[in-house]
């Protein structure tokens, strides 16, 4: 039996072929490299090349191998994009998602690990967030994965399609290898963005407002290592396996920094000084944002192994200065 990723080439699905590589199991990567690397996909790995949007690309995935699970990354991810290009993001994640579930309802396909995001709860009425709590995105990207959540629902319940959404908090770090690691083009994410300064790369960090109601004034969000996303996709795979019932997750480490502190550490771990300058508020943007992940420690026996901060951005730090230009050669 096979496992397919689609969307294996992106920054989080080219970690979960990693830790699936790495528990034995036979992988089968989808993925349209419209944001993708060839390069991310390293190891003993299938890889087909299309859009789930595409049904021929599916019907010979699903003809061609034996799968029995798939988790599913193939999304747009840019929040301030699927703000100006709302049509881009529903038919892509949404039309996507659904093209996807029909091959799975034909193949006889039973379990899906679906990746969802913070972004579904918009401006959390609580902090830690619970699974819970109010959904209410104040973007298109949000809402894009929250109605995925919801066709999900209706297609357990009419076809028995099984499956876990799990909603990321801020994905973050590198392979422990560093060998893969994050370069989105843009780059738009704190971490990178810090990292590419203290490569000269760019000269310096834009901080998006320092007026928050927040112990210094700038964002405070719950960063999560990409390799503890990836086990915990593995572990709710795996129940999904043994006949476990579709749920929701959290996944984040429960703590929240601010921007200057993940600037601060970044300075301490990397030894260079960041230049940062205080810039506008970036629209859409809560004050804080922090998981409760008890549901899935608890749930999926998920154990975090790098959850500090500092071994986060050790990580990306690895990688980023080994791959000063992302995957180009
Ligand atoms: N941020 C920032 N400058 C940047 C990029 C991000 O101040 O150049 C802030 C952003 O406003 C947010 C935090 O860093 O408060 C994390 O942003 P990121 O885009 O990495 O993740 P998001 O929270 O949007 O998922």
Not at 19 to 26: H, M, P
Request: glycine share 8%; hydrophobic share 35%; charged share 25%.
């Amino acid at each position: 039996m096979s496992v397919l990723v689609c969307g294996g080439a992106g920054y989080i699905g080219s970690h979960m072929v990693a830790e699936l590589l790495e528990n034995n199991e036979d992988v089968v990567v989808l993925d349209n490299f419209q944001k993708g690397h060839r390069d991310a996909v390293i190891g003993n790995v299938k890889v087909y090349e299309g859009d789930l949007r595409d049904r021929k690309i599916l019907d010979k995935v699903l003809s061609e191998n034996n799968i029995d699970a798939v988790i599913d990354f193939a999304a747009d991810s840019l929040v301030g994009e699927s703000v100006s290009e709302p049509l881009k993001y529903f038919n892509n994640n949404v039309g996507g998602t659904i093209s996807l579930l029909q091959a799975l309802k034909d193949y006889n396909v039973k379990n899906i690990v679906f990746s969802s995001t913070a972004a579904t709860y918009g401006e959390p009425e609580n902090i830690p967030i619970l699974e819970g709590d109010k959904t209410f995105p104040t973007n298109p990207y949000g809402e894009t994965k929250l109605t995925v959540e919801k066709i999900l629902k209706w297609c357990d319940n009419a076809y028995g399609i099984k499956y876990t959404a799990l909603r990321y908090f801020n994905a973050a770090g590198a392979h422990i290898s560093g060998k893969i690691g994050e370069d989105h083009r843009p780059e738009s994410h704190l971490i990178p963005i810090i990292l590419q300064v203290a490569l000269g790369k760019r000269e310096k960090i834009m901080i998006f407002g320092n007026d928050y109601n927040t112990p210094d004034g700038t964002c405070v969000r719950d960063y999560i290592h990409v390799s503890d996303l990836a086990s915990a996709h593995l572990l709710a795979l795996n129940k999904l396996r043994q006949g476990g019932e579709s749920k929701i997750y959290n996944l984040g480490n429960g703590k929240g920094f601010s921007v200057k502190e993940v600037i601060d550490v970044t300075k301490k771990i990397t030894g260079i000084d960041i230049k940062a300058e205080i810039a506008p508020r970036r629209a859409g943007d809560p004050a804080v944002l922090i998981a409760s992940s008890e549901k899935a420690i608890k749930e999926l026996h998920w154990k975090p192994k790098y959850d500090s901060l500092e071994t986060i951005i050790e990580t990306a730090w690895n990688y980023h200065k080994n791959h000063i230009n992302g995957y180009d050669k």
